[in-house]
């Protein structure tokens, strides 16, 4: 039995039996699976091979990057003198058994025939199965277990509720085509976020052009009409599934554009005369443009658009309080309304609007405790006391209390839903938090165990998309927080070859999302994490000071360039611990502000300016 892991495997042993054979692959199926058959036939028979990869294998036609055709047998069953006479002649033309794995499947005799004849036909070598649902003790017909020679075997199969049935599919395809897995999976990423890429710009064109066409077409009335319910088709694809996708691909200025290209699908319409559903997908889009202009840096811009959506949803809740849909809505403008009043110094209204996305998040789980969804609010909800116990108050207790709070509800999601991308996320972030609590607690081996379940997901999630940007930044951050971690117990030589390797990665995703001030930040962590390092280490006072001034740099280019007053706050810190200017230069701006801990980086500002002002002390 072919071995379906992430190894390296080779083009199949050619019988011959089938040295030209018909179909690529017999399917095997009990009749209760037919909809998952039919659907696993389609992919795969209209699966193409990325450029640059060529299946050597049998099942493969001549120009080496399609499947030949499969058989299933309510297609492709012939007239026979019996049926069995029809199916040993498809199995005798077929280049690999395909067995679809469940506990009806593991039931039926029909099934253990088919891997017999195949067997009888082919041997053991390309009997390939494939695990729709169960356990491989519950849905492992007793035939896969057994050799032709009678030994005992334990097939290793791709498994589509362990790992997503694209992800499944593409493991038997590169098993088929004698190419590596990982290889595979690394070109099929890159080629669909081209296609993403290339839909994106398509779907604004062909927005722009439809619009015309309809001004230029049509009277006013019905051009109102027809483009209304357009905007809303092209407003959830646009905001949902294309705007999902380009945030893995980490380009904000493609968001931006299909931003624009919504928001030009509203431009001129008459708001008084929209419906109430128009109305919730307006908001959505404000939302959605706020949020990437926080990523800009643009603060202003973005409370104006949470600001105008906060409004609508308040409106569209109070017609319909009890409704779900408009209780999740309302919820989301004030999670942004938070986030953005956090970001820019407003903390009463932050903690205000936190207060109430929780209490609309508790409603939405009251409504219904079986929807993965809510469960997720609710998570957020924890998350977010979380931060503002731990950022506002130091408060580790009460912030380690939500974080496991969050943590719960996330693993309930996870298992009403089981592998989602959001959820994931969610927890790797989570357990970032809990970590930073745990740190500054004075725990941190208990840090470096959260820090390692998040490694965990994030390795998940890497496996299942390589070329996903949040991924990366996710695993860029990981490395600045170990770095951090080393630094505070005393171990800073530790930390330099941490913050050489993530400064590396951080430039790249920055040079790939340019509009990204987050990006640019994050880069410039680094080389501030390593100046604390070498101010840590014994040697740093002979060090030579133009290294510590370059990595120092301008803390005044971090706040208006960068529009990061954290940035700015604790490059002002370091420098005065360098001994280049006054430790009060940090005091003004982290006073006003009041935050204890940074937003991204998790730093104590009050505790590093107290030790440059301890080190300016010892220093007279």
Not at 437 to 446: E, F, L, M, S, Y
Request: charged share 25%; net charge neutral; glycine share 6%.
């Amino acid at each position: 039995m072919l071995s379906l892991g992430l190894a390296d495997v080779g083009p199949a042993t050619v019988d011959m039996v089938s040295l030209t054979p018909r179909y690529s692959v017999f399917l095997s199926y009990n009749r209760g699976d037919g909809k998952a058959a039919q659907r696993i036939q389609r992919w795969l028979e209209t699966y193409r091979l990325p450029r640059r990869l060529q299946g050597g294998g049998l099942a493969f036609g001549d120009d080496g990057r399609r499947l030949r055709p499969l058989f299933r047998d309510i297609d492709e069953m012939r007239v026979a003198p019996d049926i069995d006479t029809a199916v040993i002649e498809a199995i005798n033309a077929s280049a690999y058994l395909l067995v679809l794995c469940s506990p009806a499947s593991a039931k039926s005799e029909w099934v253990a025939r088919e891997i017999a004849m195949f067997r009888a036909a082919h041997g053991d070598d390309r009997i390939l199965p494939l695990l729709l649902e169960g356990t491989p003790e519950t849905s492992f017909p007793p035939a896969l277990m057994r050799r032709a020679d009678g030994r005992t075997l334990v097939p290793l199969a791709a498994d589509i509720p362990g790992e997503g049935e694209r992800l499944a599919l593409l493991k038997l395809v590169a098993v088929m085509a004698g190419v590596s897995m990982a290889v595979l999976v690394q070109r099929d990423a890159q080629r669909r976020l081209q296609q993403i890429a290339g839909a994106a710009a398509l779907a604004i064109a062909v927005l722009a052009v439809v619009l015309a066409l309809v001004v230029q077409n049509m009277n006013a009335r019905l051009a109102e009409e027809k483009q209304r319910v357009r905007a809303g088709t092209l407003s959830n694809y646009m905001l949902d599934d294309l705007r999902a996708q380009l945030k893995r691909a980490g380009r904000l200025d493609l968001l931006t554009a299909v931003n624009d290209g919504v928001a030009k699908s509203w431009r001129g319409q008459d708001l008084s005369g929209l419906s109430d559903a128009d109305l919730q997908q307006r908001a959505k889009l404000l939302l959605a443009i706020a949020e990437d202009d926080e990523s800009r840096g643009d603060l202003v811009a973005a409370r104006n658009q949470t600001e105008e959506a906060m409004r609508t949803t308040a409106q569209l809740l109070a017609k319909a309080p009890d409704d779900p849909e408009r209780i999740f809505a309302h919820a989301q403008s004030q999670y942004y309304t938070g986030m953005i009043s956090w970001r820019g110094g407003e903390r009463t209204r932050a903690a205000t609007a936190f207060a109430a996305y929780r209490d609309l998040a508790a409603r939405l789980l009251a409504s219904d405790g079986k929807k993965p969804d809510w469960w997720m609010e609710a998570g957020y909800a924890e998350n977010n006391l979380g931060v503002l116990a731990l950022r506002a108050r130091l408060d580790t207790a009460a912030a380690q209390g939500h974080f496991l709070a969050a943590l719960k509800a996330f693993a309930a999601a996870d298992a009403l839903r089981p592998g989602n991308r959001d959820t994931l996320f969610s927890l790797a972030d989570t357990e970032a938090w809990l970590a930073d609590t745990q740190r500054i607690a004075g725990a941190p081996a208990q840090a470096l165990a959260a820090r390692a379940r998040q490694k965990a997901i994030l390795d998940q999630l890497a496996a299942t998309d390589p070329q996903d940007r949040q991924v990366t930044a996710d695993l860029v951050s990981h490395e600045l927080a170990l770095a951090r971690i080393a630094i505070d117990s005393g171990r800073p030589d530790a930390a330099l070859p941490l913050l050489a390797s993530g400064r590396g990665k951080a430039q790249a995703l920055a040079a790939n999302d340019p509009q990204n001030v987050r990006r640019k930040a994050q880069v410039r962590m680094f080389d501030l994490m390593r100046l604390k390092a070498l101010l840590a280490m014994p040697a740093a006072r002979s060090r030579d000071d133009a290294t510590l001034a370059a990595l120092n740099g301008d803390c005044e280019a971090d706040l208006n360039r960068l529009k990061n007053d954290e940035l700015a706050d604790f490059c002002r810190i370091l420098a005065a611990r360098r001994g280049a200017t006054a430790i009060a230069a940090g005091g003004p701006a982290l006073a006003a502000r009041g935050d204890l801990l940074t937003d991204q980086w998790g730093l104590d500002l009050a505790q590093e300016r107290r030790l440059g002002g301890m080190m300016k002390e010892s220093a007279r």
